[in-house]
């Protein structure tokens, strides 16, 4: 009988174990998305955890798409998830229970309408939202019935409820892709022509361009869910967004359980505000490609991931 049951709870616990060891050794699915920052340092991610001795794979996907991957645990891992056009999402799946918050990085985000300077001169009041207001009309693009054209990104803010809410005369026009933000601005500059366009910080964008940020009504949990609040009765999003951002890391519910070594390593993982930048720069500036500007960056930052390594689990 004794043995029996013995027997018994071996035929549990071995299969248990062998599991446990070779679901660590399935690949790591790591997510690129569309900005440059978010590539190199995933990569940078990857190679960290390959290092260690993890399988990794990179994933293309949009951050639309990728909250269904991470739940499903057909992603794994999101190295920047930022507040302003991101935390409502997130907040959902972490509260939920189907995605896990990995930490914070150091860095401070910011995400919103932007100018190049020049404009400051054909507009005077800004950046305040109201003088934007007064000057939409300096933003009309052919077709757009005098309206000022407000160039937005490839990720969802809520900018036509913002136009309302603030009763702003401007429309949006969103781009594809990420990079096409640049070449709508390069070509504005070139001409000197008015644009407003959105930007975020850290970012290279700020090394090669002299530009500010649209201050809107300061941003409130409440301007997004109360329409009450701020200088609309009537609606909601009549704030801007965060200045003081946060940036987090995401990952699978499953990923500590499957990988607990890995997530001790991306729990470590912090990025400052320089160190963003310069992931950026070096593609959008230098002309590297995301692998090449990985490999620099690990040469410029060593002291650094080599502190996110240090002890960070026993293998
Ligand atoms: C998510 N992004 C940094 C492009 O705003």
């Known amino acids: ?70 739940a499903h645990g057909i992603l794994h891992l999101q190295m920047e998830v930022w507040e302003g056009t991101m935390s409502d999402k997130f907040n959902h799946m972490v509260n939920t229970g189907r995605v896990v918050d990995a930490g914070t990085h150091s860095a401070k985000t910011r995400e919103e309408w932007w100018y190049p300077s020049y404009v400051e001169k054909v507009c005077p ?7 934007l207001g007064r000057c939409a009309a300096l933003f009309s693009r052919n077709g757009s019935q005098g309206k000022g054209v407000y160039i937005a990104g490839p990720w969802e803010k809520p900018d036509a409820a913002r136009i309302r809410a603030l009763n702003l005369n401007f429309t949006t026009l969103a781009v594809k892709k990420g990079d096409d933000l640049w070449v709508q601005l390069k070509a504005a500059v070139e001409s000197q022509m008015p644009i407003v366009l959105f930007n975020w910080t850290p970012n290279w964008v700020e090394s090669r361009y002299d530009g500010k940020f649209i201050e809107f009504p300061k941003y ?51 990025l400052s505000n320089n160190q963003i930048a310069e992931a950026a720069a070096y593609v959008d500036v230098d002309g590297l490609s995301h692998t090449e500007a990985a490999k620099r960056w690990m040469l410029n930052n060593r002291s650094i991931w080599q502190s996110w390594l240090a002890a960070s689990c026993t293998k």
């Open 220 to 270: 409130a949990p409440e301007c997004e869910t109360d329409p009450a609040w701020g200088v609309n009765s009537k609606f909601v999003y009549d704030c801007g967004n965060p200045k003081d951002g946060w940036l987090k890391k995401a990952v699978w519910a499953q990923f500590e359980k499957k990988w607990p070594c890995a997530f001790t390593i991306v729990k470590k993982i912090s």
């Open 125 to 131: 009041g800004l950046p305040d939202w109201k003088a």
């Open 1 to 70: 009988m004794y043995y029996h049951r013995a027997f018994l709870l071996l035929f549990v616990l071995i299969p248990m174990i062998c599991n446990g060891a070779i679901n660590q050794h399935e690949p790591i699915k790591i997510i690129l998305n569309n900005w440059t920052s978010q590539i190199v340092l995933s990569q940078v991610t990857g190679e960290l955890l390959a290092s260690q001795g993890f399988k990794v794979e990179f994933v293309d996907s949009s951050v639309s798409d990728q909250w269904g991957g991470l």
